[in-house]
């Protein structure tokens, strides 16, 4: 079992910046992949980052990229989320997540077993 909590979400002027963490505990492993998906209202959960827990690489949305930088910290089991140049349409709930297993898919929520409770971010224009 791996429990995901995330913190740092909060309100933020348009083109502010704002860290999250997603503190891991229990079985991590380097196969694992680790993901940051957002909901906004009435849309689907979609894909915003993810990395492997070992390795160098990383993956972004379209919509992200430039702007949001995932990194990790093994010796804290933490895995950060820094959103630069936040827009009003990145606001929504932000949820990490982990694969159980290796998983060459990791831009899909399918893969991911475990689910953090997701931290608020709201960009006012």
């Known amino acids: 079992q791996v429990q995901l909590v995330e913190s740092g979400g909060g309100l933020v002027q348009a083109g502010g910046s704002l860290r999250l963490s997603c503190v891991a505990s229990g079985r991590t492993f380097s196969s694992n992949a680790m993901g940051w998906f957002r909901q906004a209202p009435g849309k689907e959960r979609e894909f915003v980052a993810a990395r492997r827990w070992s390795g160098t690489a990383t993956y972004y949305a379209d919509s992200v990229k430039g702007r949001f930088t995932i990194s990790r910290d093994s010796a804290k089991n933490t895995v950060y989320l820094q959103m630069n140049s936040l827009k009003p349409e990145d606001t929504a709930v932000y949820y990490c997540?982990?694969?159980?297993?290796?998983?060459?898919?990791?831009?899909?929520?399918?893969?991911?077993?475990?689910w953090g409770q997701g931290t608020q971010v709201t960009v006012s224009s």
């Open positions: 997540a982990a694969t159980s297993v290796y998983s060459a898919v990791v831009r899909t929520s399918t893969p991911y077993k475990y």
